[in-house]
């Protein structure tokens, strides 16, 4: 098993900043790809970002490329997801998820956290 716990979410004006943490525990950190979805209300979860375990690999959603970037710290067993430029279309729950291959599809991950809400005001 592996818990996943994000936070550094909130409520911020549009062209703002936010960094989103996840950290995790149980299992050995580095044995798994990392990602970020997010869920608006009434939508399907959907990808944003995704990162290999070396980190030498990274995946992003085109809605979000050139704004957002993923990192991951293997000795602190936290992953990030740094957000600029936002936009009220950001807003969202975003979840973080653990899988043993980087992937865009959610059903692929076995590990979620329970989200952190991100809320971009125009």
């Known amino acids: 098993q592996v818990q996943l716990v994000e936070s550094g979410g909130g409520l911020v004006q549009a062209g703002g900043s936010l960094r989103l943490s996840c950290a995790a525990s149980?299992?050995?950190?580095?044995?798994?790809?990392m990602g970020w979805f997010r869920q608006a209300s009434g939508k399907e979860r959907e990808f944003v970002a995704a990162?290999?375990?070396?980190?030498?690999?990274?995946y992003y959603d085109d809605s979000v490329k050139g704004r957002f970037t993923i990192s991951r710290d293997n000795a602190k067993n936290t992953v990030y997801l740094q957000m600029n430029s936002l936009k009220p279309e950001d807003t969202a729950v975003y979840y973080c998820?653990?899988?043993?291959?980087?992937?865009?599809?959610?059903?692929?991950?076995?590990?979620w956290g329970q989200g952190t809400q991100v809320s971009v005001s125009s």
């Open positions: 149980g299992r050995t950190f580095v044995n798994y790809a």
């Open positions: 990162i290999s375990r070396s980190s030498s690999v990274t």
């Open positions: 998820a653990a899988n043993q291959r980087i992937a865009w599809d959610p059903s692929e991950y076995n590990y």
